[in-house]
């Protein structure tokens, strides 16, 4: 039925519609009164339905009373089963704990029946076994044992297990002493059946270990085979082609190794047989080392060495081992050489020694003087050769780690090499006559002999000091590699084989960084910082010696010309008038000694000249005022003069004469030594004017030294002292 509001919208809709759609107050008045009868109608339905109403409310209240009731009764009835359901649960889980102890108890039972049978089992299977080994059935053996094993799990908390593991595993030895024999046999025959059945045999009975054990006994007893041909005092020649033979067994031995047993790993083989390998070459290597011989050991230890290194080098890189094994496997053969690492020093002087004998036989003054001129010069080739192959030993050996034993050998070799040569250099100067002795060839004294002897002593330090330059940068590049930190891809066999040297040698390997840090220090950039410094020093030491010969060769005819000078009589003659110094005295002429002298002053210019040019010529060379024509005139001057004084101080007596004709003598020398463009020596003047006066006199030139006061004070008392008349001397006097 529709709402008031409905039915008034459908009279007025209707009524709209009726008058054609528009609005008149007759439409009005049509559309209240049936709006009225509307409303009555509504009202009387309205009534009747409150009527209804009334008249079955009190039976649903009824009916709801009856709900109330049902629901109350319904509860109760629900406690109770609920109560009841509880009491059926705690019978139930009381019937199931008495059902669980009677499982125990049951199995109790039945595992007690079991052990027991387990126990005599195990005593039928012992004495079975025993009776088994009498007849060596193997096979069945270790199917007993077998069954044995699962009895004893079963019977471990029983009393006497300890007894009956111990009659277990006397069982298995048993078993593994029958079939290891057996075993071994089939390894070495590469017997692929018998292999199978006695490794199925080892692992039923658990000790599958074994089986690896006995590969590697038969390895190691093919490795004692292979090298009961070794002589250690040959063991260089013979280990080459003895690691080839070991590196195709490995090879063989890794290629079949999965067929035969998968249980090895090739990792395994490769690391037992280098062990082994390592414990022969380690003997070896004392034995050579005790028994070298003649031949020196740093030689042979560098084959073996080299060799060594190689073979474990070449399985480095082999994909059977992981890199934390190809270190332990390289740190192990480099083990062996590491003790004489100490040793190298010693090891390389005796080597550098032996390389030397042959100079010094063919160095001796008694080949003449050309001959041992040039066998000096082969010497340096030869030291160079002999000096590069220290440098190359010390690399190889332990990449440099050595450093400070290779210097000290070497300036040890280098101090005998120059000793040898001063030695010589010494005779040569008594064949020269520079010391006293009588010119036996006169080759020795002339002065290209003696230049011949500075070139060698240069070129001698020049070479050295090359190869000091090398020997820093070759070492401080090989042990940079060692000292660096690993790089991302892993160091290289090579690098580790070397580090493994490095623990052991810290002095020398610091040794090293010192000098290098020395170099590069600027408060150190004006010293002769040097790897070999002390042979450095000690050819600077040689360079002197050989200039003094030098010096020595041009001073011979000086020294001639002087001998016995002090003694000549001429120099205690006094002039007839000597006793009135206002007659005249003529000027006296250059002795005839003092003439030589300056022909032989003049005479040195052209083959110094020479010798200056040879020199120059050297690749070595190097721009040095020193080495000049005008220095050894200067040189030659200078020792003249000094000689010529030192003879003048030895005089006993000068008369006015003598003096005369002594100043004449001075006069001359220092016109000769002006004329080759040499500055006059002040002391030489000096004398010259002092011996040009009358003796009574002293100088009264302003500005005198001490030892210029010295000097005229001498020849003053010469000339002042009382006559004493020497013996009659051969020498020259005019």
């Excluded at 008031?4 to 209707?14: E, S």
């Excluded at 998968?262 to 290597?285: E, F, T």
């Excluded at 100043?663 to 003047?685: F, H, K, M, Q, T």
């Amino acid at each position: 039925m529709p709402s008031g509001r409905a039915a008034v919208n459908d009279l007025l809709t209707a009524s709209v519609e009726e008058a054609g759609g528009k609005i008149s107050e007759e439409l009005v008045a049509t559309l209240v009164s049936k709006a009225q009868v509307e409303g009555k109608r509504l009202a009387s339905k309205v009534a009747l339905y409150k009527t209804q109403l009334h008249e079955r409310l009190p039976e649903a209240l009824d009916e709801v009373e009856r709900a109330s009731m049902s629901a109350a009764t319904l509860q109760k009835r629900l406690d109770t089963l609920i109560a009841q359901l509880s009491m059926v649960d705690e019978r139930t889980e009381a019937s199931v704990a008495a059902l669980a102890r009677v499982d125990s108890v049951k199995l109790r039972i039945e595992r007690c029946a079991k052990l027991v049978t387990e126990i005599q089992t195990w005593k039928y299977r012992l004495k079975s076994v025993n009776l088994l080994f009498d007849s060596k059935e193997i096979d069945k053996i270790a199917e007993e044992i077998e069954e044995m094993q699962k009895s004893l799990v079963l019977l471990e908390k029983l009393p006497e297990f300890d007894s009956r593991q111990a009659e277990l595993n006397d069982l298995r030895s048993r078993l593994e002493a029958m079939c290891s024999p057996h075993l071994l046999v089939a390894i070495q025959k590469n017997d692929a059946e018998a292999l199978a059945q006695y490794t199925a045999i080892f692992t039923r009975i658990g000790v599958a270990d074994t089986i690896a054990q006995l590969y590697f006994s038969s390895l190691t007893d093919w490795l004692s085979e292979a090298s009961a041909s070794c002589n250690p005092a040959q063991l260089s020649e013979w280990l080459a082609s003895f690691l080839v033979t070991v590196s195709d067994k490995i090879t063989a031995e890794c290629n079949t190794l999965p067929e035969r047993f998968p249980s090895i790993s090739q990792s395994d083989l490769v690391l037992h047989v280098l062990k082994a390998l390592r414990r022969k070459l380690d003997q070896w290597v004392r034995t050579m080392c005790s028994t070298s011989g003649s031949t020196p050991v740093l030689d042979l230890l560098l084959e073996v060495l080299e060799a060594s290194k190689t073979f474990v080098i070449s399985f480095a890189e082999r994909p059977h081992l992981s890199p934390s094994e190809v270190n332990g496997v390289i740190n192990a053969i480099a083990s062996v050489f590491t003790p004489y690492a100490s040793r190298y020093g010693e090891l390389e002087k005796q080597k550098l020694s032996t390389q030397l004998a042959s100079c010094y036989e063919r160095i001796v003054c008694d080949a003449g003087c050309t001959a041992m001129l040039d066998a000096m010069d082969w010497s340096l080739s030869h030291l160079g050769d002999m000096c590069d192959g220290a440098l190359a030993r010390c690399v190889a050996f332990a990449s440099g780690a050595t450093a400070q034993s290779l210097a000290g050998a070497l300036d040890f070799a280098m101090s005998e090499y120059i000793q040898h040569i001063l030695s010589m250099l010494r005779r040569v100067r008594r064949l020269a006559g520079f010391d006293g002795s009588v010119v036996a060839e006169s080759d020795w004294s002339s002065i290209a002999t003696a230049f011949r002897f500075l070139r060698f002593a240069r070129r001698l330090r020049h070479q050295l000091r090359v190869f000091d330059v090398q020997c820093l940068t070759t070492l401080s590049q090989s042990l940079s590699r060692l000292l660096a930190t690993s790089s991302a891809e892993g160091d290289s066999p090579a690098t580790i084989f070397g580090r493994a040297f490095v623990p052991h040698q810290p002095a020398q390997i610091g040794y090293l960084s010192a000098v290098i840090d020395r170099i590069h220090d600027p408060s150190h950039a004006a010293t002769d910082t040097r790897f070999l410094d002390r042979s450095v020093h000690s050819c600077q030491s040689l360079e002197r010696a050989m200039r003094t010969l030098v010096y020595d060769s041009m001073q011979r005819e000086v020294h001639v010309q002087l001998h016995g000078l002090p003694t000549w009589d001429v120099w205690g003659k006094d002039d007839v008038s000597s006793t009135d110094d206002d007659l005249p005295v003529f000027s006296s002429q250059p002795s005839d000694y003092i003439t030589k002298i300056g022909e032989h002053l003049f005479g040195l210019i052209q083959p110094l000249e020479v010798q200056i040019s040879l020199n120059q010529q050297e690749d070595h060379v190097e721009d040095n005022v020193d080495d000049g024509l005008l220095a050894w005139l200067q040189r030659a001057s200078t020792g003249t003069a000094e000689d010529l004084l030192q003879s003048v101080q030895e005089i006993n007596f000068l008369g006015t004469a003598g003096a005369r004709q002594l100043s004449a003598d001075l006069e001359y020398i220092s016109n000769i030594i002006s004329a080759l463009g040499i500055a006059v020596p002040p002391s030489l003047s000096l004398v010259q004017q002092a011996l040009a006066g009358p003796p009574h006199r002293q100088s009264q030139t302003p500005g005198l030294s001490q030892s210029d006061r010295e000097l005229l004070g001498r020849i003053s008392a010469i000339r002042q002292r009382p006559a004493v008349q020497p013996e009659p001397s051969t020498g020259s006097s005019t």
